[in-house]
């Protein structure tokens, strides 16, 4: 039954057409999700010393933004420059969205250190700039500390995680899930991101070989979360496969339509993911669906491993970080967090070092932060220290986190401001 | 293996009502409409707006959605016949690409990553089915987009209008010298198509992520979908999204799983392959 009308040449034509189409549309999926490739977000004008250029490449645009990030690193310099900057330096900061690309990435980390002359990366959070600008940040002695999607963020000797992510946070929820949720069948559902997966492997063998029992455990390890995809297949597919615990690595959005997609299909079972899944909006977007039981029996409710503080945290800094995002209408999340920490971390190794280096400068930067003292946010389970190795200690621990009545509570084993932290030692991110 | 299947029902009714638009519009309007999705994507983010400013209700606020959708699809139709009525299909084709990129810009801007409720338009329990719950919107999806398939080929086929539009897909420089409104008729074509893509994002929202991106490459999926009806059968190209549908959910947990946005590609490069098959063995001898 078919309309006899254009004919098969024009056709074949058109579909040539939508064949090239296609490919620009695959370019355009990249480069069309944000309008902000450019610098913005200065907080500082002018000052008695030479400011200090800072600036901020992160992912914001596409199906795994992380958009908080620059308004919570802006908010930290914010505050600094309002108090004199350091020694009498301003700060000033920009940032930019690589949209998840590694041109994008490449071309603004180029933009910002061979034009801009900024002395370092404060709260980068992005998919490609860990593996794209690596060898390009030691070249010109840019430091980097900011938020690590990706295993290979966590061996590098310039690029200093806040954040336990994807490496101390992923055997931290394994920890977790096994020694307190002891579930019977874990279906792991993993981010889609080729560079990962191999570490991620070797990430799980080297857990069970420390963990014996775990691995029958896992009933389903697959590589498929991709916020293009909708998730009803994969959760569909736990519950043929009789997990009673799903572990995910994604943002909030994803984590939210997961759950709900759960609920669709009929699959009881606890959600558990690494702290980017820590959104204030996820509790109210789930409402009731994420209480324990919600899901059946089975589900001991939504967790998250909260790799900073909460945000309820009675901590003075972290106090002082929610009541100055509430005065700059800054969202208090994971991401806004990573970015604050990020750039307290920097200020506070910059006012140490600030009369040995010039702070003005690349390689003055640099030094001052490998030279830094640990320094205590009050975010972390231990004190950040860039230091001079080939990588970074980094924090190694997360907070795990629970849905309950509405809001995101302290997990059960858990104690508002201590964290789990990796026991043993893991190998090496990336060998 | 079955319950793979029917996961595949909730996007496969997806693919398969914007493939019936897709085809709709190629015949009709001589363009691939490429920014199919991000139109009903926007226009889905608009019930949320609703709810949120205006604390409309589901019903409502769906219905404001939809409208939202024929507007969206009344202003692309205008810009289409004020500057590319006479314009080829290839050049045609090319600005909805342009309208795809400007409509991912606001829409990402709007939900900017955070997660939303949107309205469920079928908010009942799901039908268990060989012990897999699937959605009853879903479902609904399927029926309808295939009946759609059928209703509008019919309505081509029979109808006076139909036949104007028939008419006007195929001369549209004499359609309009005996009288048909082809301007209108266009116009009137893309709301349609900005309805019918509304509503199919609109079922699967309350289970898909909430980030723009995602939702506006749906279209996709779609593409191949319509390439299996040839770009002309709407009820193959409807059946075919949900075949693609379901080949995806089969692919997804496999060991290719991490391959799973492959899936239309294959199809259409297959779909393509197998039509010019004859072409290609004549001009091999």
């Known amino acids: ?431 | 293996m079955v319950a793979d299947m029917l996961a595949g029902l909730v996007p496969g009714g997806v693919y398969a009502a914007l493939a019936v638009c897709i085809v709709l519009m190629y015949q009709m309007l001589g363009v691939v409409n490429l920014a199919l999705s991000a139109m009903g994507a926007l226009a889905a983010c608009m019930s949320l707006l609703s709810v949120r400013w205006l604390g409309l209700s589901p019903g409502p606020s769906t219905v404001l959605a939809v409208l939202c959708g024929a507007l969206i699809g009344v202003i692309l139709g205008l810009l289409m016949v004020r500057y590319f009525l006479e314009a080829s299909v290839e050049l045609r084709t090319t600005v909805t690409i342009a309208m795809l990129v400007g409509l991912i810009a606001v829409g990402d801007r709007i939900l900017n990553g955070a997660t939303y409720n949107f309205p469920n338009l079928f908010s009942g329990p799901s039908v268990e089915i060989f012990g897999t719950g699937v959605p009853i919107g879903s479902l609904i999806e399927v029926v309808v987009a295939i009946l759609l398939a059928v209703g509008v080929q019919v309505f081509l086929r029979t109808t006076h209008l139909g036949a104007q539009l028939r008419a006007m897909s195929e001369r549209p420089i004499t359609a309009g010298l005996l009288g048909i409104r082809v301007r209108t008729l266009t116009v009137a074509v893309w709301a349609f198509a900005g309805v019918i893509a509304t509503i199919a994002v609109m079922v699967v929202l309350p289970t898909s992520t909430t980030s723009f991106p995602p939702l506006a490459y749906l279209v996709v999926y779609a593409l191949g979908a319509a390439l299996l009806g040839l770009m002309r059968n709407m009820v193959v190209a409807a059946v075919g999204g949900v075949l693609i549908g379901m080949l995806e959910s089969i692919v997804q947990p496999s060991g290719i799983g991490r391959y799973t946005d492959a899936v239309p590609f294959v199809v259409i490069v297959f779909v393509m392959v197998w039509w010019r098959r004859r072409d290609v063995w004549s001009e091999a001898r």
């Open chain 1, 1 to 431: 039954m078919s309309i006899p009308t254009r004919p098969r040449r024009a056709i074949l034509r058109t579909l040539a057409a939508a064949g090239a189409a296609a490919v620009v549309l695959a370019a355009a999926a990249c480069a069309s999700s944000s309008s902000s490739g450019g610098a913005s977000g200065g907080t500082a004008s002018g000052g008695s010393k030479a400011p200090i250029k800072v600036a901020q490449i992160s992912t914001l645009s596409g199906g795994y933004p992380f958009g908080d990030v620059v308004p919570g690193t802006a908010a930290y310099f914010k505050l600094i420059n309002s108090q004199g900057g350091i020694d009498g330096h301003l700060i000033q900061f920009q940032s930019g969205d690589d949209k998840g690309t590694a041109s994008t990435a490449g071309e603004l980390a180029r933009l910002y250190v061979l034009q801009d002359h900024v002395v370092a990366m404060v709260g980068n959070t992005s998919l490609a700039d860990c593996n794209t600008n690596a060898n390009f940040y030691t070249a010109n002695s840019i430091a980097v500390i900011g938020g690590g999607t990706e295993p290979v963020c966590f061996s590098q000797a310039n690029w200093d995680p806040v954040n336990a992510g994807p490496y101390y946070g992923k055997v931290v929820q394994w920890q977790y899930t096994f020694n307190v949720l002891k579930p019977t069948a874990v279906c792991e559902i993993e981010q889609n991101d080729p560079t990962s997966i191999p570490y991620y492997n070797q990430l799980r063998a080297w857990f069970e070989s420390q963990n014996p029992g775990v691995a029958a455990k896992f009933k389903e390890i697959t590589y498929t979360n991709d916020a293009t995809q909708n998730p009803t297949p994969a959760v569909a597919h736990a519950k043929a496969l009789g997990c009673d615990l799903v572990e995910l690595s994604t943002v909030a959005p994803n984590m939210v339509a997961f759950v709900k997609a759960a609920k669709a299909v009929g699959l009881d079972a606890t959600f558990i993911t690494l702290g980017s899944g820590y959104d204030t909006s996820v509790p109210g977007t789930l409402g009731a669906l994420a209480d324990p039981g919600a899901l059946g029996p089975k589900d001991k409710g939504v967790f998250v491993g909260a790799e900073l503080a909460a945000v309820n945290s009675t901590n003075p800094q972290v106090q002082l970080m929610v009541n100055t995002f509430k005065a700059d209408n800054v969202a208090a999340d994971f991401w806004s967090e990573i970015g604050w920490v990020s750039a307290a971390t920097f200020v506070d190794a910059l006012k140490a070092g600030a009369s040995q280096y010039d702070i003005t400068t690349a390689k003055g930067v640099l030094e001052a932060l490998q030279h830094m003292s640990p320094y205590t946010s009050g975010f972390a389970a231990n004190a950040m220290d860039f230091g001079s190795a080939s990588s970074h200690p980094g924090n190694r621990g997360s907070q795990m986190l629970l849905i309950k009545n509405g809001a995101w509570v302290v997990a059960p084993g858990q104690n508002d401001g201590d964290y789990d932290v990796v026991k043993g030692l893991l190998p090496a991110a990336g060998s």
